[in-house]
């Protein structure tokens, strides 16, 4: 955590910290969280995520699928979903 005016002064500093994986920076304004620096790529993940996680019918599909995995049923890999679709 840091200061906006700490993070003002240390501005290009802290974009090299926060773009490494795994390494936020939050940033506080009197003493309270306001805003989070982190990677472009993470960012990109956690988008991902909320995309997924706000579609119904792929959550269903997911926890479907870990439920099937659970009970040992047959999984298949991308590769033999390809050749069974005729995709190579």
């Known amino acids: ?3 906006a005016t700490k993070a003002r002064k240390n501005f290009f500093k802290l974009i090299e ?3 490494r994986p795994a390494s ?5 304004v009197d003493g ?15 988008m991902e995520t ?3 996680m706000s579609d119904p019918e792929l959550v269903k599909g997911i926890k479907e699928a870990e439920e ?3 009970r040992g049923e ?7 979903i390809k050749k069974e ?4």
């Not at 679709?85 to 190579?88: A, D, K, P, Q, S």
Request: aromatic fraction near 10%; glycine fraction near 2%.
């Open 1 to 3: 955590m840091l200061s």
């Open 17 to 19: 910290r926060a773009s």
């Open 24 to 28: 936020p920076v939050t940033i506080t």
């Open 32 to 46: 309270e969280a306001k805003v989070v620096m982190m990677s472009a790529e993470e960012f990109e993940g956690w």
């Open 50 to 52: 909320l995309e997924i």
């Open 68 to 70: 099937s995995y659970k």
């Open 74 to 80: 047959k999984t298949y890999t991308l590769e033999e």
């Open 85 to 88: 679709l005729n995709l190579n």
